[in-house]
C-alpha cells in the first residue's frame, strides 16, 4: 500500500521530489559532522533518509480513502502558492478544478471531511494521515515519528506524538524522544520548502527558517536547532548548493 501512495505522489505531485531532494541534503549535513564525537549514529542517519522521504505520504489521504480519494487528496496538494490559505476547500475546489468541482466536493466530503475547513486546516491533516498509513507498517519503526512529527514548529503534533516533555508517547523501536533525527527532518522540509516551493535564495530561507523557530517558544531557545542551522548554512556554501541549482565556489 506504501508503495502504491508513493507512486501516486509521484505522478501527481512534485512531493517525492522534495522528499529526495531533502535525502541528499542530509548526507551532506551528516558529513559535516561525521569525523567528530557528534557524529550522526547509522540509527539516526537511517531515521532522517527514511523519515524525510516518507514524511508527505499523507499527502495522498487518510488509510480509509479509496483510489479515486487518494488521486484527489494529491490533485490538492499538486496545487502550490496557493494565495490564501484561509479559504475553505469548497472554494478551493471551485476556484482550481472548477470543470468538475462539485463532483470533488462529494468525493472530499465522501471521507467524512467538512468542505468548509480552511485550506490550512486541510494541509495540516495530511501530518496525522502520514502517521496513521506509517503506524505497524514498516520494519523499522524508529523513522516513523520522526515523520510524523515534521510541523511541530508550526504546532502541528498529530495524536499528540510529542508529549511536554519530548517523549514520543507511543514505542517506536529505540526513537524513544523528539532530538537532533527529527529536528533535522523538520529543517530540511521546511529549507527545501523555502527554496523550491516559495523561490527563495539561501539566505532567505534561512532567515525564515530562524525566524519560524524563533516564533516558537518551545523550540526558540534550542541549541540542538541553532547547530543543525549553522551546519546548513554551511554545506550550502560548497558542492550542496547544486541541489538548487545554484553556482558555487570554494572559499
Known amino acids: 500500500m506504501l508503495i502504491e501512495r508513493m507512486r501516486l505522489l509521484l505522478e501527481r505531485t512534485e512531493t517525492v521530489d522534495d522528499c529526495e531532494r531533502a ?18 549514529s547509522d540509527v539516526e542517519k537511517a531515521t ?45 475546489l471551485h476556484t482550481y478544478f472548477p470543470d468538475d468541482a462539485p463532483e470533488r466536493v462529494e468525493r472530499f466530503e465522501s471521507l467524512g471531511l467538512d468542505s468548509l475547513m480552511t485550506m490550512r486546516e486541510f494541509w495540516n491533516l495530511h501530518v496525522g494521515w502520514t502517521l496513521e498509513l506509517l503506524h505497524d507498517r514498516v520494519a523499522f519503526p524508529e523513522f516513523v515519528p520522526a515523520a510524523a512529527a515534521h510541523h511541530m514548529l508550526e504546532h502541528v503534533n498529530p495524536a499528540a506524538l510529542v508529549d511536554d516533555d519530548d517523549r514520543f508517547t507511543l514505542p517506536y523501536g529505540t526513537n524513544t524522544e523528539f532530538d537532533r533525527a527529527e529536528k533535522l527532518i523538520i529543517i530540511l522540509d521546511k529549507y527545501d520548502a523555502a527554496r523550491r516551493r516559495s523561490g527563495h535564495d539561501h539566505e532567505a530561507a534561512l532567515q525564515w527558517l530562524r525566524q519560524l523557530i524563533n516564533r516558537n517558544p518551545r523550540f526558540s531557545d534550542d541549541q540542538e536547532f541553532i547547530e543543525l542551522l549553522h551546519v546548513l548554512d554551511g554545506v550550502m556554501h560548497g558542492p550542496a548548493r547544486a541541489l538548487y541549482g545554484d553556482s558555487w565556489r570554494e572559499s
Request: proline share 5%; aromatic share 12%.
Open 23 to 40: 535525502t541528499r541534503l542530509a548526507e551532506f549535513v551528516f558529513d559535516r559532522f561525521d569525523g567528530g564525537g557528534k557524529a550522526f
Open 48 to 92: 532522517v533518509r527514511w523519515g524525510s522521504l516518507f514524511s508527505d505520504i499523507g499527502k495522498t489521504g487518510p488509510e480509509r480513502a479509496n483510489p479515486e480519494q487518494q488521486q484527489l487528496i494529491a490533485d490538492m496538494f499538486s496545487i502550490e502558492r496557493v494565495p490564501d490559505g484561509t479559504i475553505s476547500v469548497d472554494v478551493f
